[in-house]
């Protein structure tokens, strides 16, 4: 198969399953949550959605993950690669730990300009001056009354509002995962989707591309892994957490993988980075 069509059969991944697919599954799982009564008595409607979405989301990366094994012909021996060397996944901790302080800084730094922006646009208050005649004399004195300016909405032009929204959309899922959930059913949910997209957008993307080349392999895997973050993200302010950890780890776990295809200690890096972002 040729690069151009190997390129396009994961771009095809990404929108049909990624984004389209997605889409009916939840809608269909919601359905599901509403009208059943599966799980325990103390989950509202809402927190069974998200377990049962989280739930479905990580049973489809494994049916992608398998037909994309069988589209490209590698080996089932990537899926574990890289497993069996405890000094490799001890660095995925690390790895993890500092891909989430670097976006996190990148983050804050975005947040900071932007507030910064939205402070210079606010004018403040001025007081007008109003003619009032006092006296029989006719003469007309000039007070100055304060003109009433009615508060702004919060249209995201502050910290908290950038933090709260942050944790909505697909990452809703996780926290109401962690909270309802027993945390090794929780970070065992996590752990599927997570490992999925590593074998999918390095594993398999990288694997796949190698004959092209750095550039296109690494280009196309972090491409379509940022753009995947947006999916299902209610705002952009809250969409802009996941697209800037994902091109901090695209561009760190690509280049990694690319010098040493092991994939396992990159799945521990991203499990730590997600975990420790969404506690």
């Not at 599901?32 to 409607?45: D, E, Q, Y």
């Not at 979405?53 to 094994?69: C, D, F, Q, R």
């Not at 080349?213 to 491409?223: E, F, H, K, R, Y």
Request: hydrophobic content about 55%.
């Amino acid at each position: 198969m040729s690069t151009p069509l190997r390129v396009l059969v994961l771009v095809a991944v990404v929108l049909l399953y990624y984004w389209l697919g997605k889409a009916v599954l939840f809608r269909a799982v919601r359905h599901l949550a509403a009208v059943t009564r599966i799980g325990p008595a103390r989950w509202g409607t809402a927190q069974r959605a998200d377990v049962f979405e989280l739930a479905a989301a990580g049973a489809s990366h494994v049916v992608v993950v398998a037909a994309l094994l069988a589209i490209t012909g590698i080996g089932p021996g990537m899926l574990v690669s890289g497993l069996a060397r405890p000094e490799l996944l001890g660095l995925g901790v690390l790895l993890g730990i500092g891909e989430l302080a670097i976006g996190s800084l990148i983050c804050r730094a975005l947040i900071e300009v932007r507030l910064a922006g939205g402070a210079r646009r606010r004018v403040p208050a001025s007081p007008v001056n109003s003619a009032r005649t006092t006296g029989g004399s006719g003469l007309q004195t000039r007070t100055s009354t304060p003109v009433r300016v009615r508060p702004r909405e919060d249209h995201g032009l502050s910290l908290r509002s950038w933090l709260g929204r942050s944790r909505g959309g697909w990452i809703r899922h996780h926290l109401t995962a962690l909270k309802v959930l027993p945390l090794w059913a929780a970070l065992g949910l996590t752990g599927v989707q997570v490992a999925s997209e590593e074998l999918v957008f390095r594993g398999i993307a990288l694997t796949w591309l190698r004959d092209a080349g750095p550039g296109v392999a690494l280009t196309t895997s972090i491409v379509l892994f940022v753009v995947m973050q947006a999916f299902f993200m209610s705002t952009w302010q809250g969409a802009m957490f996941p697209l800037m950890g994902g091109v901090v780890m695209g561009v760190v776990h690509g280049l990694v993988f690319w010098a040493v295809p092991d994939v396992a200690p990159l799945v521990v890096a991203h499990v730590v980075f997600f975990v420790f972002a969404v506690i």
